[in-house]
């Protein structure tokens, strides 16, 4: 049936308080944990009947690891340049119970992707994920793939990184 959000079966009754710890970063993106947890802190202040507190305050904690992030190729033109790549970041995260240190909800291996194009051919100018970026649809065309790539890859990990919060919080708190 129906429930509040942030009362899923899970969380205890008597939590008023979460705290969202700095994530392990094993990547080669440097800050992306700091950014992670922003985007986690910014989605339980807007959905959680939690109110987020500095660690170590919280009635409960986030943790995590961020496992990996890479841009893989995805789609060739016919010379076999990569077109299209497609951003995934891998997570682990678990929620505990500070006083007790029991573990309340656990995900080994929570997965994102988004796309991303690499070549003003095959980039989207009208596409959300585009028009959310500081570039304009006339500048596309002066940009060289490499640079377009990197833009493309600097906007897909924002959408990453909102995606990730949006599930961190629905698993975390929602449990599904």
Same mark, same amino acid.
């Given at each position: 049936?129906?429930? *509040? &959000?942030?009362?899923?079966?899970?969380?205890? &009754?008597? &939590?008023?308080?979460?705290?969202?710890?700095?994530?392990?970063?094993?990547?080669?993106?440097?800050?992306?944990?700091?950014?992670?947890?922003?985007?986690?802190?910014?989605?339980?202040?807007?959905?959680?009947?939690?109110?987020?507190?500095?660690?170590?305050?919280?009635?409960l904690f986030l943790a995590g690891d961020i496992r990996s992030f890479a841009g893989v190729p995805v789609a060739?033109?016919?010379?076999?340049? &990569?077109?299209?790549?497609?951003?995934?970041?891998?997570?682990?995260?678990? *929620?505990?119970? %500070?006083?007790?240190?029991?573990?309340?909800?656990?995900?080994?291996?929570?997965?994102?992707?988004?796309?991303?194009?690499?070549?003003?051919?095959?980039?989207?100018?009208?596409?959300?994920?585009?028009?959310?970026?500081?570039?304009?649809? %006339?500048?596309?065309?002066?940009?060289?793939?490499? +640079?377009?790539?990197?833009?493309?890859?600097?906007?897909?990990?924002?959408?990453?990184?909102?995606?990730?919060?949006?599930?961190?919080? +629905?698993?975390?708190?929602?449990?599904?």
């Amino acid at each position: 049936g129906y429930r *509040l &959000a942030g009362a899923g079966p899970a969380v205890p &009754a008597e &939590a008023r308080t979460i705290s969202i710890r700095l994530f392990g970063n094993h990547t080669r993106e440097r800050g992306l944990e700091v950014r992670l947890r922003q985007a986690i802190e910014d989605e339980f202040r807007r959905r959680a009947t939690l109110r987020v507190v500095p660690d170590p305050e919280g009635d409960l904690f986030l943790a995590g690891d961020i496992r990996s992030f890479a841009g893989v190729p995805v789609a060739f033109s016919a010379t076999d340049e &990569a077109v299209q790549y497609q951003g995934v970041i891998r997570v682990a995260i678990r *929620l505990v119970e %500070r006083e007790s240190g029991r573990t309340i909800q656990e995900n080994k291996a929570l997965q994102e992707t988004q796309d991303f194009g690499a070549v003003s051919g095959v980039v989207i100018s009208s596409s959300p994920h585009f028009q959310r970026g500081t570039i304009d649809e %006339r500048d596309v065309s002066n940009l060289t793939n490499v +640079q377009l790539g990197e833009v493309g890859r600097r906007a897909a990990l924002h959408g990453l990184l909102d995606q990730l919060a949006r599930d961190v919080y +629905q698993q975390m708190m929602e449990g599904f």
